[in-house]
């Protein structure tokens, strides 16, 4: 069964760093989002992303934060300059054409900064 | 914007117990409610969801509820194991690709 990827599972870097999370969505998927999960909290929105825009985005996305879909397979989440507060896991998620409701979650990356 | 409630923070159970896990939303124009378990240190997994043209929806020992009306949809768990010791999410979404809005999530502990 194809399963949405992340690249690196763990992520350390030093506050005011640039840090890119990558993401490989399921292949005939057309939405894309991520959400960040602080330890211990709930599973927040950050960004939904279709056809090679952004189609909405919360409060904590703001303009430190970027996605880009660089060719056909990866997705990505840049944070330009981390804060100590950006720590959390951040998972990309995908949902496809016959049931764009259901999303499938990577396994994650976990953000440490420093 | 939505909003989802989700009660009670920890359940406790024995094995072979039903869980009821319980979650109210604030935006009607919410029509898709899926149920996620995590457990600890992975991905969430739906396990099961439910559309607002339905009121109820089972999979052998999953079933969900949902009033539309009163805005609020449970997760039921028969003959509780051990295995189904997690962390469960509900969530809602206006559907058609829309962003998922988490509740605060359930820690379920099933005794042996």
């Known amino acids: 069964e194809p399963e949405v990827t992340q690249t690196p599972s763990h992520q350390v870097t030093q506050m005011g760093q640039e840090v890119i999370l990558r993401c490989v969505p399921i292949s005939n998927h057309l939405y894309f989002y991520w959400y960040r999960q602080i330890l211990g909290q709930k599973v927040e929105f950050l960004v939904s992303f279709y056809n090679n825009e952004i189609s909405e985005k919360s409060e904590i996305f703001d303009d430190q934060f970027s996605v880009e879909r660089p060719d056909g397979s990866n997705f990505t989440l840049k944070i330009r300059s981390t804060k100590l507060e950006d720590s959390a896991m951040y998972f990309c998620?995908?949902?496809?054409?016959?049931?764009?409701?259901?999303?499938?979650f990577g396994p994650g990356t976990r953000l440490t900064v420093l | 914007g939505e909003n989802v409630e989700q009660h009670p923070s920890t359940l406790s159970v024995q094995e072979g117990d039903s869980a009821v896990i319980k979650c109210t939303y604030s935006?009607?124009?919410?029509?898709?409610f899926p149920w996620y378990k995590q457990e600890l240190g992975k991905r969430p997994q739906l396990i099961i969801d439910i559309r607002s043209n339905v009121g109820e929806k089972k999979d052998q020992r999953i079933a969900v509820t949902l009033n539309k009306t009163a805005k609020h949809f449970s997760l039921h768990i028969t003959e509780t194991q051990p295995e189904d010791s997690a962390v469960y999410f509900c969530?809602?979404?206006?559907?058609?690709?829309?962003?998922?809005?988490f509740g605060q999530g359930t820690e379920l502990s099933v005794k042996p």
């Open positions: 935006d009607s124009a919410s029509n898709y």
């Open positions: 969530a809602a979404s206006d559907g058609g690709g829309g962003k998922l809005i």
């Open positions: 998620a995908s949902s496809g054409t016959e049931n764009t409701n259901t999303q499938y």
